[in-house]
Every structure is written in structure tokens, then in C-alpha cells.
């Protein structure tokens, strides 16, 4: 079993001055005409030299304003404990199921490389000597793992994930593994008491059987999203991972991107005032992210589990190689837009507003573009609606354009916009802020503040040179300044409950959440017509 993914390509930040460096001491709203006057009486400054130094000393007042009104820190994310010699009785011995391209993603990022990965990766870097991928994914620390079991029914896939549990090059030293054991079904590794808990990569439609299975067995569990095809399938996974007891972590690994803990911070804080709307969108413009991944010259009946594969789908169908190695283009395996890009932007905005399932959903669209067999609409609008806390969250995204639009939170105070960094910008007819305004404090056509990772903290009052553009972060985020894979952290944020206790970060709960919101948008689509959620009932009414 395996789930096909692309990762998003890496842009790189531009540089900017310490964000967090001590602002100069000056007087809020400084008077710039008598700050002039007395800088003329200095000889050897100039005029020159004292605009811009009397510029500085007004935009650092207030920035200093700014940030003393707001009680906004500018504090990053702890630095991670890089310790990697740890006793063996903590070793926590891991399989996998599913290692196709998300699957061998999160393995490699848990300390597994495939040989090839490594080569690939020295390749790029003799070719160019700025490519510190490499450098950056073996700085990771040991997460004192081993991969004992591996699961895949496309035979070139479950070689694989042996080579990469026997790789000799890992993340903080490791040493190398001792190999894993393929099985032909996951049920084997479950009996397995070598296997201590699992990673569920593979398509929607096996990720509620394997979850309860799993937790029945004991095995703790790291499960991709959409943690459901269905609807139906949600309270009986919810209900097992509780019963268990065993930790559950969605694979939503952008909870760990320090632009939405600081976001949260500034929501939570009412710097944005009453927020009525929200909009995040997902376009993408290109085959592989319309999900027309290739198809492995090796696949066949004989290297593919055909049968197996068709276990809990929709519909019962022959062989056919697109629907294996494209399996998100049909609701039979996948929850399309929904449960693979819809998710994602309601998690974030989840996370950062604690919204949890709206009252009701709506939703258009159609496929327009890919005109390829497929049943899953490659345009989507959702509108969903949370009464109580007079709120509308819209989502739209489409696979044929590729125009990028972040997550915008807009209040009546100010607006702030959440990718890799957090821009704030003040509303021109806040209420909060119309003295500052007056005042010139704040200048509702210049950021109120932002948020840098990677940098040390909070900024007020930047300039535009110094706007901060990066890509979503799908892939890194920062911690002490350091990039650092955000699927290694939330991996690691999982093994940290397993080892000393408390909950995961995009637990059962959270994951409740989501794949209710998600399956309120299918519905929503599938049938026409406005749909609402019953918390009585518990479903989609």
C-alpha cells in the first residue's frame, strides 16, 4: 500500500535585519519637526545623516509602541535537545504500511533514507555547493527508532522501504538498522510484538481499518490524512484509539511551523479584533499536483496486490494501473480535494482559532480542466459557517492555475495574513488602533507587525524592503534559527507522548475535527445542497 505525494518546491527566504534586536529608546509619536531642529545644530551630521537618523528614531518609537501595546512577544520556539545518545530501553521500534511517496517522506524523515535518497542528495550538492539539504536532513538529531516491519503491496515499494531500514547513513549518527521484515499484510505486522507502533501511509480508503486494527493490537499510531474516506468510518476509529489508550497523530506536520504558534499568539491576544471571515485557498498548476503521478514500469499484476488493494473501496473494479499509482483521482480510495488540500488549510486555521466542526457547509465546483476519467472535482469552493461564533471560513482551490493566496484572518482592528511568516496589518477603521493612527503610530498601509521564522522574534513597522516572502512551509519551519523538517518534529512530537506521556498535537480529537469538516465539504459537494453537522446524532444531516 503506498500514498503518492509531490513535494512542494523550496524557495529561499530573503535576508533581513535581527528582528528581534532591542529597539533604540525614543519617544512614541516623537515630534519629527523639533527632532530636526535640534539635529541641524550638530556639526558634523548633515542633513542627510539627520533625516535618516531622525527616520530610524521615529520608526523604532514606534515599533516600541507598537509592541508595548500589543504584549505580542517575539520569543521563537524553543531550541530542540539535539541529544542523540540515548539508553536502548527507550528504542521504539517502528513499521510502516504504505511507503509510497508520503509514506517514504515521513520514514526518511523518522531517520530511514532510502541509499538512492543519499546518493541523489551528495549528487545535487557536488553539482552545487549551496544544496545543503543534505547537511540539513543529517543535522536532524536520532530519534532512537528502528524500523523492524514494512508493508507494501507494490513489491519495488516494500524493497525499498528494506533498503532504507538497513540504510548506513542516518539523521545525528544513527547507527545503522538491522533490517527490516516484510509482510504481505498488515495484519502480520500487528501480531508482530517486535513492531511497537506503526506509520499508515497508505490511500484514504485503508486508513480506518488499519487505525482500529492497530489500536486494537496495541501499536501506536501515526496515521496520514484524511484520517477517513468516510464519514461512517470516523466515530469507530475515534472509539478505538480511546478505548486503546495508544497515541494518535494525524499526519498534519504544518502544526509544527512556528508561523502558526505565532499567529495563534496574536489571535488570541484580540489584536485582530472580531474576526467575521476567513479565506485560505490551495492552486496548483501542474499534472503532479492534479495527483497524475507516474505509473513504475514495473507495475503489473504480478508486483501489484490488486486484490488486496480493493479491500474497503468504493467499487469493486478490474485491474488498472491508474487507479493504483493514482489513486486520489477516484472517491473509491481518496477524499479528493477535501481530505488531501482542504485539509491541510482547516487544520491550520483550527489550530490557530480552536474553531473546531462548523454548524454547516456548502459547496460548488466541477471537474474543468482534468478531463481524464477522474470523479474528484479539480475545482472546489467550500463556505462553512460557525454561527455561534459569527464566523464564515471559505476555501476555494483549483489545479489549473497555479496564483498563490495564503491564509487571510480578517478582524475589524487589523487583517493578518499566515504562510512560513505572519504579516498583521492594521485596519483603517479600527477601533482599537484609531488613536495610534491619528497619532501616526500606526500606519494602516505598512505591516502592524511580522513574524520571521527563522529570525528571533517580532517586528513592528517594517519596511517594504523588508517584507518577508518564503514559500507555505510545507516542508521546513525554524527552531533556534535553524532549518529543520517539520515532518521530523512532528514525528518527534508523537515519540515524545509515546515516551514520556501527555498528547500529540493533532490527536484523536484534533483529528475528529478534521475529518468531519473535511467529509461536511464532500458531502456538501456530492449532494448539492447545504449540509449541517448534528453533535446530538453525531453526523452529517
Known sequence: MSEDTRDPKEQEENGSPDAGAEAPSSPAGVDRRNLFKGLATLPVIGALGAAAWAKKAADDGR??????????????????????????????????????????????????????????????????????????????????????????????????????????????????GRGATRYRRYTEMLEDGDVDAVIIATPDHWHAQISIDAANAGKHIYCEKAMTRTEEEVLPVVEAVKQSGVKFQLGHQNRQLESHEKAREVYEKGILGPVTLVETTTNRNDPWGAWVWDIHPDGNPDTIDWAQFQEHAGHDVPFSLERFFRWRCWFDYGTGLGGDLLSHEYDAVNQIMRLGIPKYATASGGIYFYKDGRDVPDTLQVAYEYPDRDLTLVYSATLASGRGRGKVFMGHDAAMEVGSGVRVVAEPQSTRFADMIQQEIVDPDRPLLTYRPGFKGLDAVTTATEEYFASRGLLFTYRGGQRVSTHWLHIKDWLDTIRFGGEPSCNIDRGFEEAITCHMATAAYQLGRKVEWDPVQQKII
Open 63 to 176: 515599533r516600541r509602541a507598537i509592541v508595548d501595546e500589543l504584549g505580542v512577544s517575539g520569543d521563537a520556539p524553543a531550541i530542540i535537545d539535539r541529544l542523540t545518545s540515548r539508553p536502548p530501553s527507550d528504542r521504539i521500534n517502528i513499521g510502516v504500511i504504505g511507503f509510497g511517496g508520503e509514506g517514504e517522506a515521513v520514514v526518511r524523515a523518522a531517520g530511514f533514507p532510502r541509499p538512492e535518497w543519499i546518493d541523489q542528495r551528495r549528487e545535487a550538492q557536488r553539482a552545487n555547493t549551496r544544496d545543503r539539504r543534505l547537511d540539513e536532513y543529517l543535522a536532524h538529531g536520532d530519534l532512537n527508532l528502528e524500523l523492524t516491519g514494512v508493508c507494501d503491496l507494490f513489491d519495488n515499494r516494500a524493497q525499498w522501504a528494506v533498503d532504507a531500514s538497513n540504510c548506513e547513513t542516518r539523521p545525528g549518527g544513527a547507527p545503522a
